[in-house]
Every structure is written in C-alpha cells, then in structure tokens.
T-cell receptor, first 109, second 113 residues
Framework: GQNIDQPTEMTATEGAIVQINCTYQTSGFNGLFWYQQHAGEAPTFLSYNVLDGLEEKGRFSSFLSRSKGYSYLLLKELQMKDSASYLCASMDSNYQLIWGAGTKLIIKP | NAGVTQTPKFRVLKTGQSMTLLCAQDMNHEYMYWYRQDPGMGLRLIHYSVGEGTTAKGEVPDGYNVSRLKKQNFLLGLESAAPSQTSVYFC????????????FGAGTRLSVL
C-alpha cells in the first residue's frame, strides 16, 4: 500500500533549528512536496524535490533520499510565525499526491 | 489576486440533505481537485478534473459528485449527506498535473448532524 509517515507533533524554541522527517512508500515516485498549513487555513507550497540532495530556500531547506524513501524539512532561525502544521506529500506514478497526516510544530519563546 | 475561492466557508447539514460546494480559480489552471481533511489523517483526494468537461475519481469518491462545466469552476455535490462526511473540504488547482504546485482555497468546514 501507499504510506507517508511523519511525526505528529514537535516542539522547538524560537531562534533554533528543527528537522521534520518524512518517510514515504508509494506506487512509483514523481517527487516529494512539503506544504505549510497554519491552523484553520489552506496549505501553501514550501518545496519540491525529485532528485536526491538538499534544496535550500531561505530559512527552509528540504532533503530527499530516493533510495531510502526519506525526506526532511529543515527550518532555521525559527520564528513564532513558523508555528504551523507541515505536510509531506509524495507524488505517485499516477501523479496523485499521497499526503501524510502532518507534523504540528509548536514554537516556544 | 484571488487565486482559488471556495464558497461557503461553513455549513451545517442534517443527515440526508444535499448541498453543492463551489470552487473558482482565476489562474487559468487546467487541473482542479477536491480533497477532504480529517483529524489525524492526510488530505484525501475525492475527485479531480484534468480540464473543462472532464472529471475523474480519486481515492474516496463515494457519496460525492462533481462537475466542471467551465474551466474556472469545479463543483462538489453531496446528494444525501451523512455524518461520515463531516470534514474540512479543500479545493486546489494546478497548471500541470506532474511536478506542479497545487494552490489551495481557504476550505469549507462542513458538519453533518
């Protein structure tokens, strides 16, 4: 079956670094997406990886290892506004996104 | 800069009632999607459309119907609502299907009593 696993909740301190892990198992693979979702709002796109390695975009970076079925999202210099859920999604061979349940990130001052 | 607009934002239905959720996008996107989001679960695809006049079933299509008569609009219908359809519904659109960003509407919070 198809499955995406990510931690349910994480807590970090303002100004620190946090890494949110995601493992995926899908029928075929056409890339790995990360979205951010603030409570009561729509998901918004953060990053896309299809090749192995690290993609850096400002304070956010995303890593992919296709052989391990593993990705992580790295958030640096955490700000209070980063408190949100982070959704990992793998695109399968039919170009359908298979979504994880999301990781709720709590930032403490 | 509207993007993807969903109406209504909230709705309460009684079991057996029907309703239609409207999604409109102004980005000229070909692809549109309806998802539901339930606590502790990932977004699940209900139906999607690859262009005007086309629709296809997603992962959880039972109890829902859709129509895409105009490119910019994608309607989701519940003919006879059930408590299991209590959820937050999101519409999304993308320019391409493969490797493309999906843009989401603000969601519709539906309760079926």
């Amino acid at each position: 079956g198809q499955n995406i696993d990510q931690p349910t909740e994480m807590t970090a301190t303002e100004g620190a670094i946090v890494q949110i892990n995601c493992t995926y198992q899908t029928s075929g693979f056409n890339g790995l997406f990360w979205y951010q979702q603030h409570a009561g709002e729509a998901p918004t796109f953060l990053s896309y990886n299809v090749l192995d390695g690290l993609e850096e975009k400002g304070r956010f970076s995303s890593f992919l290892s296709r052989s391990k079925g593993y990705s992580y999202l790295l958030l640096k210099e955490l700000q209070m506004k980063d408190s949100a859920s982070y959704l990992c999604a793998s695109m399968d061979s039919n170009y359908q996104l298979i979504w994880g349940a999301g990781t709720k990130l709590i930032i403490k001052p | 800069n509207a993007g993807v607009t969903q109406t209504p934002k909230f709705r309460v239905l009684k079991t057996g009632q029907s309703m239609t959720l409207l999604c409109a996008q102004d980005m000229n996107h070909e692809y549109m999607y309806w998802y539901r989001q339930d606590p502790g679960m990932g977004l699940r695809l209900i139906h999607y459309s690859v262009g005007e006049g086309t629709t296809a079933k997603g992962e959880v299509p039972d109890g829902y119907n859709v129509s895409r008569l105009k490119k910019q609009n994608f309607l989701l219908g519940l003919e006879s609502a059930a408590p299991s359809q209590t959820s937050v519904y999101f519409c999304a659109s993308s320019k391409k299907r493969e490797a493309d960003i999906q843009y989401f509407g603000a969601g519709t919070r539906l309760s079926v009593l």
